[in-house]
């Protein structure tokens, strides 16, 4: 293809191109980089503003999953060694109380990364933990990657990304007690999700919340937030990396890796986190403005906080994870939903080598080069 085709992919060219001519570059993306074997339907012109940056694009459906199209850049600084610099010193302190107890809530209420290894939710003692500046500063150095600058490819990318060894079976309605799934469910399986939900039939269980995530021997359900009477119900299916590696790359597909996974979360920004530097009090409350729940600039559900660690290509293995307290600062509780959160550590498999099904999560991704 011509040498324009692949600067009209990046940005800043990408900007300036007409809707018209935008939509001609992506029919062409469609047609030579995809695998001719995939469907690929409605594809449609969207656009995003989120934390201040615009972004023109479109999505479209590849094998049955949203994908975006994410423009590249040339020269992308990444990574971060600025410690606090931008960030509050409150947020780096033990004086928020109010976001370490809706910290807690978020915990107790959410699903978390205890729950797939069979744990439960673990409180330490940080009565004894000392707190200086100087420490929090060194905790977010350590714990981020380190400054670079990079060219990242336009690439397709899947909107959403999939629990890695959970299979999805349907959406099991509160209303109904049915599940809408295209695989016939037994009733026995009907009767162990509901009764999951729904564990009392008292009459002040008329009255209780219906729980946000739940875990039954091989299943597991999570609540819809838009539609809280809808649970995505999954079963496991656990498969190891290099499985789930193989399985990707047989549909001409690939990983993110480490630079291109912080640049679609954060867009290359001077920004801890992809929202900004600061720790707003309806961060872990208000799920429909929050951005722990929001798509990003790029239409990304990404660093988002009901999927942990994300597998991508190469080391660190993973980008993201679960929310845990481990620290009185809420900055470094808050750290692994940074777009540049990089802790190397090995990955949880059982004895047959199969990841811990449903602790991780995996995107596919398709670059645009040549």
Known sequence: MANDFFERVLNPTWKNLSRESKEVVIRNILR?????????????????????IT??????????????????????????????????GLDCSEERQELRYAFKRYLNQHVTGFMFLNQNVQEKDLTQEKLTTQIVEDGINVMTSELRQVDIPAMLVEKKPNFVGLKFIGHYSVVTGQIDGEDMVSSETLSILEEA?????????????????????????QQDIQNPDLFAC????????????????RSGMGLLNEDEWEYCCGSGTRRLFKWGNQLHRTLLQDEFKSPLWQENMFGL???????????????PYTKGAWLEENFKAPVLNLLPLSSYYSVNLPLFVDPNGKLAAGYYCIRRAIRIEM
Do not use: C, H
């Not at 980089?33 to 201040?52: C, H, M, R, S, W």
């Not at 972004?55 to 994908?67: A, L, M, P, S, Y």
């Not at 942990?308 to 190469?314: A, D, L, Q, V, Y």
């Open 32 to 52: 030579f980089f995809v695998n001719p074997i995939l469907t690929i339907e409605d594809l449609k012109f969207v656009q995003y503003d989120y934390a201040g």
């Open 301 to 315: 559900e990404i660093a988002n906080a009901e999927f942990g660690p994300e597998i991508i290509e190469g080391r």
């Open 197 to 221: 939900i729904t564990p009392d039939n008292s009459l002040e269980a008329l009255f209780q919340e219906f729980p946000r995530a739940v875990r039954v021997d091989q299943y597991f359900m």
């Open 55 to 88: 972004n023109d694009t479109f999505e479209v459906t590849i094998d049955g999953r949203i994908f975006v199209f994410v423009p590249g850049q040339k020269e992308v600084v990444l990574g971060w060694d600025s410690g606090l610099s931008g960030l509050s």
């Open 234 to 249: 999954y079963v496991a299916d656990p498969v190891s990396y290099d499985e789930g590696r193989k399985e990707i790359e």
